[in-house]
């Protein structure tokens, strides 16, 4: 099969690999879409890799059951499943493994795609059977690999902060993420102000149905959530997915008195006045990726309310283009990527 293994220092390959046999607990999925997300540029630009430490990209993934390790239970997955990928493996027997947050085990944790499992940017994947989730007949592949980290990562940070139909939620950062927020937001009935730097992603966030869009470039971005709530009092939530420090800072600001603001952009520092917290009484939290549950959840909300999730890829790629498919994407000249296969 053809893999495409990043090499480190942004250098990247596409190879032929054995095709997968499955274990005994695991089972093959032949890939029909695989998702490019920010993150692999950090593993693209990481340190060199050799021998041992060369993993399959890709930690979106999508596809269809092709073959089943003999301890796997029909309930769990057939040949021809339509599935998609909770991307974590752990010990399966802590707290965190068992309520469906792999993510966080601390005694055996594997990141399939990029860190130390191999992930979906091959024409197969071999993974644990526990792993899989099944994708509603109505959604596209595409859509599953998008719910499989950004769109999944989003229906998180909703969650996260309790938003309701009575609300507005401000987004800043319409990235992937930011705009699978606003797609997602929208549809549980929330007025929603979208927030940028660039034209073209404002763009699409009205066209994902953002009530109104902020230029952070050309008007204050704090004031501007102010002057579009009632009274002038700030948004009642806030989302940020832009990692960038000073945005950070505005999102919390941007709050009414009470507010809550989501930290979705990883790394980073947060930076703010303790009268945000303390004399207004705000609350800040985090939100990291989704379980297994919310992955399931997700799908099924997205399938039952008939969203556009599969518009936020801009170009699809076969694996043969993944060396230009990841310049285009270093460089900010294209916007979501997909790896398609047929």
Known sequence: MKAVLFLGEGKLEVRECPDPVPGPDEVVIRMKASGM?????????GPRRTGSQLVIEGHEPCGVVELVGNAVRPSEARVGDRVMVHHYDGCRTCPYCRSGWTQYCPNARTVYGGLDGDGGHADFMRIP???????????????????????????????????????????????PVGLSCTLLAKAFGARVIALDVEPSRLKLAEQFGADHVVDAREQDPVAAVRQ???????????????ANTTVRRQSVQ?????????????????ELDS????????????????????????????????????????????????????????????????????
Not at 258 to 267: K, R
């Open 37 to 45: 997300c920010g993150s692999d540029l950090h593993h693209l630009h």
């Open 129 to 175: 059977a526990h792993t899989l989730i099944r994708l509603p007949d109505s959604l596209s592949f595409k859509t599953g690999a998008a719910i499989s980290c950004g769109t999944g990562t989003a229906f998180g940070a909703i969650k996260r902060v309790g938003l309701s139909a009575d609300e507005t939620v401000a987004i800043f950062g319409q990235g």
């Open 228 to 242: 579009l709530t009632r009274n002038g009092e700030g948004a009642d939530k806030s989302i940020e997915c832009s």
């Open 254 to 270: 941007a709050l009414r008195r009470w507010g809550t603001a989501c930290m979705v952009g990883v790394f980073g520092k947060i």
């Open 275 to 342: 009268e945000e917290l303390i004399q207004l009484q705000k609350t800040i939290v985090g939100s990291l990726t989704f379980s297994k549950n919310l992955q399931e959840e997700c799908a099924l909300f997205v399938a039952e309310r008939g969203l556009d999730v599969e518009s936020l890829f801009t170009d699809e790629f076969r694996l043969d283009e993944a060396e230009r498919a990841y310049e285009l994407f270093d460089r900010r000249q294209i916007g979501k990527g997909v790896f398609v296969f047929d």
